[in-house]
Each structure stands twice: as C-alpha cells, then as structure tokens.
C-alpha cells in the first residue's frame, strides 16, 4: 500500500517546491509567466518527442484504446453540453472545464502508479498515444481558433500544425511509425531537455497555488465541481462499464481501463490555460481535487476489481 503512494507522493513534493518558491518570492512577479512559455515552447515539446519516438504506436489498436476513448468522450460532451448551453461559459472557458473533465495525467501520474498498483509501467501507453495524437492536435486548433478570432479552416489549419506541442508529437510518430533507432547523440539531449518539463511544469503549478483558495469564491466553482465530478467518479463508471458489459474484456484488462479512468487531470491542462489566458481557475482547481481525490478512487478500484 505504501508503494501505490509513491507517485503521490512525487507529484506532492514537486508541487510543495513550487508553492514555497512563491511564498518566499524568490523568482520574482514574472516567474510563473516564464516558467508557464518555457514549459509550453521548449520543454513540453522535447517530452512528447521522447515519449512518442520510443513508443509502440501500435498499442494504439490495443483493447484499451476504444475503452478509454469511450470514456473521455462520454464525460467531454457532458461538461461541454452543461457548461456551453447550460451555465452559458464562454467557448475558452468551455474548453478548459472539458479537458479538465476528461484528460487524465496519463504519463507523469499514470506511468509510476500503473507501475505500483498495476504491475507494469506499460499500460498507459495507448492513452498517452491517444491524448497526444487526437485529443492534443484538435484542442491545440481549438484554442488557436478562440484566441485568434479566426473562423477560416487554412489559417487555423497553419497555426496549429506549427504549434511546438504538435510538431513535437507529430516527429515523435514518425521516427516511431518509420522504425529508425536514433543514435544516442541525438535522444540524451533531447532526453535532458524533456525530463525538466514534469518537474518545471509541477512547480509552476505549485507556484499559482500560492495566495490562491481552492474553490475560492471565483463564479466558477459549479465548474470545478462538476468537472471533478466527471473525472473521478463518472468516466471510471464510464470505463468500467464499456469495458465489462460492451466489449467483455477480461478482469485484468477491466481493471487496468477503469484505473487509467480515474488517473487525475492533466497538468497539461493548466499549462494551456496559463499559455491562452482562460480558464486557469478551473483548470487549476479541478487538477488539485482530482489529484487528491484519485487516491482513495483508485485504491478502491485496485480493491474492488484487483
């Protein structure tokens, strides 16, 4: 039990540094901003390069992949519907509350505790493909097309394929899909840039905690609430029942869909609410309840299903 914790605990640390380094000013007004473009242009990119050129992209096609998109779907169309045509949210903020919803923290959170709590570091593989492939590219076209005002197919076509994130990723699935090795000269670099992007993007985050309430009285909360909701007990729900009564997977495979369900949301998320200025109370919000929250879900889950 103590092991399940471990990438908890991790995350928590990263996040704690991040808080103090705000409370004693140390980086000065502007940190957070800097941080916020250094993670978005520069290291996000390297991280999602990494990851996908040393994937297996055929997992994609694994049990998993249909569940799991099932799932984020189901919970992506209900906060949109509620929040766009219910509550009257703005299109940003919309977008913001549904990725927060349904995008879950599959690599730097999903890889350590699919480890502990699964057995294998493996089994996140077809979310992270999937979040990176299609959730990733179409939320990039998205923003682009919010922030800009632009409404034409070719311009918004443009920005998004010249997004840092997308080019990262789509060069990631070429060297993956072509099945060239790349010499160590060229991954170890690549390597040292990306693994400083979890650790900067934690501690940025820790850093907009700081002075800031959870569910502070920001006309948002129903939001927060909502989109917690979804990614802690709905989509897990969701998960498990797709998987157990429409495709009849296997225990172990039931199992492993409906904890990678319940994984917290993405601190992705922030860091594009942080880039496009919208949102960042929710995204904020909704990532710390759910990472709190996870930790009995999922336990529950591993002694429920396990």
């Given amino acids: 039990m103590l092991d399940s914790l471990t990438g908890f605990v991790v995350v928590g640390v990263a996040i704690l540094v991040g808080w103090i380094i705000a409370r004693i000013d140390l980086l000065g007004p502007h940190a957070r901003h800097v941080l916020g473009r250094l993670t978005f242009f520069v290291l996000s990119p390297f991280l999602l390069f990494v990851v996908l050129a040393q994937a297996d992209v055929h997992t994609l096609f694994s049990a998993l992949l249909p569940v ?16 766009r045509f219910v ?17 879950v923290n599959s690599n730097n959170m999903g890889i350590p505790l699919s480890l502990y709590l699964l057995g294998s570091a493996a089994f996140p593989a077809p979310v992270i493909l999937l979040q990176l492939l ?49 010499p160590p000269i060229v991954m170890e670099p690549a390597s040292l840039v990306a693994d400083a992007c979890i650790p900067v993007l934690l501690i940025s985050y820790g850093m907009s905690l700081h002075g800031q309430r959870v569910l502070s009285p920001s006309g948002r909360r129903r939001d927060i609430l909502l989109a917690t909701t979804l990614k802690l007990l709905v989509m897990p729900l969701v998960a498990w029942t797709v998987a157990a009564l429409v495709f009849r997977l296997g225990p172990a495979d039931v199992l492993i869909v409906t904890v990678l369900a319940a994984l917290p949301t993405a601190q992705n998320v922030f860091n594009y609410a942080q880039r496009y200025d919208v949102g960042e109370t929710i995204a904020r919000d909704t990532i710390l309840l759910t990472t709190v ?14």
């Fill in 68 to 83: 799991s998109a099932i799932a984020a779907a189901a919970v992506f169309v209900i906060h949109a519907v509620v929040a």
């Fill in 87 to 103: 509550w009257r949210r703005d299109a940003g903020e919309t977008l913001i509350g549904t990725l927060s919803a349904g995008q």
């Fill in 293 to 306: 929250g996870c930790v009995p879900v999922l336990l529950g889950i591993t002694l429920l299903l396990g």
């Fill in 134 to 182: 299609v959730f990733t590219p179409l939320s990039m076209a998205a923003f682009e097309a919010i922030s800009t005002g632009q409404r034409r197919v070719n311009p918004i076509l443009r920005r998004t394929l010249t997004n840092p994130i997308v080019v990262g990723s789509v060069l990631g699935v070429v060297v993956s899909l072509s099945g060239i090795r790349l």
